[in-house]
């Protein structure tokens, strides 16, 4: 076993994470689903479902219900051919059986499959990979309404928003919109949500409006929570 690779099962919940790392990572879900921010681009990563996070790759990730994942940590060079595009895609077929079995093998503490797993999940996922050579042909894109898409999201303040709650409403996928985001709003569509959501705050603290009414119209979770964000501004 490289000692540079570690398996685990991880358990994700509600409450956000934000970090980069040094090294590759590679998601597996297992079940639930895991809503992730990778340099901008959202991914989801959902049972069957999978992504590999490239050294250095900010990202911000939560999951509103719970999602179990296989995570493998590695060093070893030959994942930098699998990054490169960041939303999640189905892993190769064979390696969704070997991911379910590795995780069965954590859970057991057996120790061959976690001593050879990890290059056993690399050599499964790496012959089923088959990167794009070219580009797809270009199509005329779908325009997106912002502004209306802003009173949308301003009318759902009581209720959790994710990326692909907007997407929806523009009929793109969450990493298409992910990327509009970036390229036509300067940034990520999370970072573009809080952005709407402090504003609207901001409009109503302006009118005279309470700190705890104001909170409760535009979803802070308490008045504190509230001012701490008018703060940072």
């Known amino acids: 076993m490289d000692t540079s690779d570690q398996l685990s099962l991880r358990r994700y919940g509600a409450s956000p994470g934000s970090h980069s790392h040094d090294h590759f990572q590679i998601l597996l879900g297992l079940s639930g689903a895991l809503e992730l921010e990778v340099?901008?681009?959202?991914?989801?990563?959902?049972?069957?479902?999978?992504?590999?996070?490239?050294?250095?790759?900010?990202?911000?990730?939560?999951?509103?219900?719970?999602?179990?994942?296989?995570?493998?940590?590695?060093?070893?060079?030959?994942?930098?051919?699998c990054t490169g595009r960041h939303d999640a895609t189905p892993p190769p077929a064979q390696a969704l059986p070997l991911a379910h079995y590795l995780a069965s093998a954590l859970q057991q503490g057996r120790p061959l499959a976690l001593a050879h797993g990890p290059a056993l999940l690399r050599e499964a996922w790496l012959a089923g990979w088959r990167p794009e050579s070219t580009p797809p042909p270009a199509t005329r894109r779908r325009p997106i309404d912002w502004p209306a898409l802003q009173q949308w999201a301003a009318r759902q303040w009581h209720t959790e928003i994710t990326v692909a709650d907007l997407a929806a409403q523009v009929h793109l996928s969450p990493?298409?919109?992910?990327?509009?985001?970036?390229?036509?709003?300067g940034?990520?569509?999370?970072?573009?949500?809080?952005?709407?959501?402090?504003?609207?705050?901001?409009?109503?603290?302006?009118?005279?409006?309470?700190?705890?009414?104001?909170?409760?119209?535009?979803?802070?979770?308490?008045?504190s929570a509230l001012t701490a964000a008018l703060r940072r501004g």
């Open 175 to 185: 990493s298409q919109f992910a990327a509009r985001c970036r390229e036509e709003q």
């Open 187 to 223: 940034q990520g569509a999370m970072a573009w949500l809080r952005s709407l959501r402090l504003e609207h705050a901001q409009l109503l603290r302006s009118g005279g409006m309470s700190v705890a009414e104001v909170a409760r119209r535009t979803g802070y979770r308490s008045p």
């Open 39 to 81: 340099e901008g681009r959202s991914v989801r990563v959902a049972s069957g479902g999978g992504c590999v996070i490239a050294p250095g790759d900010h990202h911000d990730f939560e999951s509103l219900h719970g999602s179990l994942c296989l995570v493998l940590d590695s060093a070893h060079p030959a994942w930098a051919l």
